[in-house]
């Protein structure tokens, strides 16, 4: 790559550049204090590199951070909600226990609570090794689940079973996408069964 | 880099191939909305850029999702345990409370929960700041631990005792590479005594 | 790019170095299972290559890092508390309620611990979209803020308030940076109102 065959390649020039043959100190620092260090660039170039690079990354996480970002909005509505319903039921912390309807929207919150991490996981996993837009597609139709599970779970607790299993339909879905993605990078597969 | 050095470099080669000095518009397109506004790139050369970079992410984060998603299988069967418990012992959500059978399930997938985050957090600094194949033993190490220590909590209180100082000694480990990961990245210590 | 460009290169600087023209097959292997496969880089172009976009993710989430495994620490912290109060007020898992102090610290454990994965989505998302340094300085005030929450709630459940909405507060500024993070990467704006 030009970042170690810079000196060679100016040597093959035949040298009509001489004074470019190397760089001057001050044009050359250190790329950063865990690089290679035998590795040397250019400011102008290391930023450039990096601005590129960053560009890239951001690329490829964009649509799985912004349902992140939605996930956490939907996270704290939840645990407004159980703000609200506290108040509304005087079950003051650290008591848990009340009133069912006090009861239903704590564990309503409770169990999105204990799902985001999981849901969070897949979507990445999926996003990054198998197909962002299709992950980030799942996550706004998990998130969408959660939200009628919440509502519906508020009302009675057979409100909640219809958008709990679509919400783990659609894990199950971001389980298949992350595994089929991990697959196909450890296992070289015909290529033009997946997507790029 | 090639990336800013290629209208120069062309110039150096005392114009022998003067209509390829600048591309044509056709070829040219800015590489992406947050890319710095003069980096411009021919599509075929940008998209192996791409391609490299996220070969590269890949390569360094493949294990790590790997027992990611292994862990979240886990998570998913454990859930699945106090599902099959609740129906058993009929403990309706949103009650939490039960015969000691149910509670000690009901905890132990609680407990599992809680860690998973955190363990997630430490597998992924651990394997992206010291080393991912040995930070991915870890997390295998620890996702067994953790089967036992649900397995022996079903059974009886005491029986989750031995897994869970299994499970906590990995976590530790665990925060010890990723403490000397950081530390190792952030103070320039001699290279020999760590993994590239 | 120099990656692809190389023999197109070569061939141009008429035919000085015609041995050089194609790489050896000994110096030649394809980048990863995963990578383009017309793609061939000489092993130590690779190695380069890798070690420059390794050494810029890290620089993009070194301090980010940090944060989360301190986060860890808290968290590690405020476990062991649980389990000193449990032996000191005699309350063996899996019963989870008792006296007024033990609710108070499992309370406020188990509110941390469900805030964890919130606190850390919206760090990375704003460390990386944003900017990082401002993103880890509010995550550092995030686990002061979280301490003095725990500490407070533990002596009485009023002492929790304070630092509660001081938590909720940081919170709320990485939402703000995460979201503008994330339109200025979506929708183009002028550039000189955001940190690079």
């Known amino acids: 790559m030009q970042l170690v ?22 044009e050359v620092r250190c790329f950063s204090t865990s690089a290679h260090p035998s590795l040397h ?12 690079s960053r560009s890239i990354m951001l690329h490829q996480i964009a649509l799985l951070a912004t349902v992140t970002v939605l996930g956490v909005l939907e996270q704290a509505y939840f645990a ?12 003051s912390p650290p008591v848990t226990s009340g009133p069912p309807e006090f ?15 999981i849901f969070l996981s897949l979507l990445w996993v999926a996003g990054v090794f198998f197909h962002q837009v299709l992950a980030a597609c799942c996550g706004v139709l998990y998130l969408i689940a959660r939200y009628q599970y919440f509502s519906g779970y508020a009302r009675c607790a057979q409100g909640r ?19 089929t993605g991990l697959l196909v990078y450890f296992v070289p597969l015909p290529r033009f069964l997946f997507p790029k």
Chains 1, 2, 3 share one sequence.
């Open 5 to 26: 065959g810079r000196a060679r390649d100016q040597s093959d020039r035949s040298n009509r550049c001489t004074s470019k043959l190397y760089p001057s100190r001050s």
């Open 80 to 91: 407004m909600q159980v703000i609200y319903v506290r108040r509304k039921c005087k079950v």
């Open 103 to 117: 009861e239903r929207i704590f564990r309503a919150q409770a169990n999105c609570t204990e799902y985001f991490p």
């Open 41 to 52: 660039l250019a400011n102008q170039e290391t930023d450039t590199f990096r601005t590129v």
């Open 161 to 179: 079973l219809a958008p709990l299993y679509l919400s783990a339909g659609v894990l199950c879905i971001l389980i298949g996408l992350s595994v």
